[in-house]
């Protein structure tokens, strides 16, 4: 008895050793080398294309709406970060940028970072939605969204974003917003760009004076 109460002992102290010595190595680990990084100049470029507005009724919050326009410097700076966590080849990364310029030329395209004050996602991106969205260019014309989708919490570019802004959290709901986009490339108007989010509980207008970032010239840009 009193040899198997000494193996007993022996096992479980060299069991406390191992578990001792695997947590020894996970704490010697360099966590620094797995932090998120950012880049300075990427979130300065979020800064000047994004804007905010908010709609409140009886001091409740009703909506809150972060809205980042996707110009070419939005584009470069989001390629440049995919390209370097996925090891694209220059060819690779050439085609992307080609059919963001083209995407770019043919679309106004935003994202927005929509709250809806509670726990449940805005009623939002359907022609029969309680909240809707519209577009006015430099000229005052008003234009429907031609698509709207939502982003996965898994998909990059809502990861990208999660990381550059604080708003993107479990309680927002982020979509892809496209309107069409006429030939133009350069400004024909003197009004500043504006998004009108409206429903009946209320409206908030989101307005970019720069016309530049919506009439950015393929090449204007370099590619990342």
């Known amino acids: 008895m009193k040899n198997c109460t000494s193996l007993v ?3 479980g102290l060299l069991f406390l050793v191992g578990c001792s010595t695997g947590k020894s190595r996970v704490a010697q680990s360099d966590m620094t080398q797995t932090w998120e990084t950012t880049r300075a100049d990427t979130f300065d470029r979020l800064m000047q294309s994004s804007k905010s507005g908010s709609i409140y009724l009886d001091w409740g919050t009703v909506l809150i709406v972060d809205a980042v326009y996707k110009d070419l410097h939005y584009r470069a700076g989001y390629l440049t970060e995919l390209s370097d966590v996925y090891l694209y080849p220059s060819q690779r990364r050439l085609e992307i940028w080609q059919q963001s310029e083209e995407d770019y030329q043919n679309f106004y395209e935003f994202l927005l970072v929509i709250y809806a004050g509670g726990t449940k996602p805005p009623e939002f ?8 969205v519209y577009l006015y260019d430099d000229e005052g014309d008003m234009l429907r969204a031609s698509k709207v989708s939502v982003l996965s919490p898994k998909d990059h570019e809502y990861i990208f974003l999660k990381k550059y802004l604080k708003e993107v959290d479990r309680w927002a709901q982020v979509y892809r917003v496209r309107f069409p986009k006429l030939d133009r490339l350069a400004p024909r108007g003197s009004n500043s760009f504006s998004l009108l989010v409206t429903g009946i509980e209320g409206k908030t207008r989101l307005e970019w004076q720069d016309a530049g970032l919506f009439y950015q010239r393929p090449g204007e840009i370099p590619a990342p």
């Not at 991106?125 to 809707?132: C, K, M």
């Open 9 to 11: 002992f022996l096992l």
């Open 125 to 132: 991106g359907r022609p029969s939605s309680r909240w809707q």
